[in-house]
């Protein structure tokens, strides 16, 4: 029907710009003048990703990512649909909380 082609495009629109924001996010992270190793960087991503509200969606782009399959053994968490959906359920209860982030984990970073 013409509502579920609406709701389609609808889903694209909402992939296509959670996935605009990832790359934005994961670019400025990457660029900031500041050294920190990898397991940081991740740290910092998911810090702003629930500030912002935005890790609920960053989690199905993850999980459907070829290299996920490539990259984690079967049992992994992201390549779990029923896990993935339990935690993005999760992360969406956040969505209702206003988190502050200390200045001193985010500087340098620009988003």
């Known amino acids: 029907t013409t509502d579920q082609m609406g709701d389609g495009e609808e889903d694209v629109l909402l992939q296509r710009t959670s996935c605009k924001t990832f790359c934005h996010y994961v670019n400025s992270i990457v660029t900031a003048p ?3 190793g ?3 960087k991740l740290q910092l991503m998911v810090c702003l990703g629930v500030r ?3 890790l609920s969606q960053w989690i199905p782009l ?3 990512c070829p290299a996920i399959t490539r990259m984690y ?3 992994a968490l992201l390549r779990d649909h029923m896990t993935v959906n339990s935690l993005i359920r999760i992360l969406q ?3 209702d909380f206003n988190i502050v982030l200390e200045g ?3 500087k340098g970073v620009d988003v």
């Open 62 to 64: 993850l999980a459907e």
């Open 52 to 54: 912002d509200h935005l």
């Open 73 to 75: 053994e079967e049992n």
């Open 38 to 40: 990898k397991d940081g």
């Open 104 to 106: 001193s984990l985010i």
């Open 34 to 36: 500041r050294s920190i």
């Open 93 to 95: 209860t956040l969505e």
